[in-house]
């Protein structure tokens, strides 16, 4: 039973900073690339960072470079995204998900996901 559990999230000001965390079980979690997603009201879920395997390689959308860290600690299973400096415009639901091997789109259902609200 693959499970992914995001917390972490919350209510903060614009400039504030708050850490995600995903714990994962399931599923050998060293095996796969896992990522964050994001989703806003009315927009499409998007992409936002992904880290490979061992997590020596990651990559960020544009609109969070220099902002967000991903991380993982493959020994306890578990995916990060330090953000910082966070802007109105993050406010979204932050989904974590393993990336389908080759394509590295989204492998298996979302989860709950974590609310994320950054506001005055």
Avoid: H
């Amino acid at each position: 039973q693959v499970q992914l559990v995001e917390s972490g999230g919350g209510l903060v000001q614009p400039g504030g900073s708050l850490r995600l965390s995903c714990a994962a079980s399931g599923f050998t979690f060293s095996s796969y690339a896992m990522s964050w997603y994001r989703q806003a009201p009315e927009k499409e879920r998007e992409l936002v960072a992904s880290a490979t395997r061992s997590g020596d390689s990651v990559n960020y959308a544009d609109s969070v470079k220099g902002r967000f860290t991903i991380s993982r600690d493959n020994a306890k299973n578990t995916v990060y995204l330090q953000m910082n400096n966070l802007k109105t415009e993050d406010t979204a639901v932050y989904y974590c998900a393993r990336l389908r091997p080759l394509f590295n789109t989204p492998l298996g259902s979302w989860g709950q996901g974590t609310q994320v609200t950054v506001s005055l």
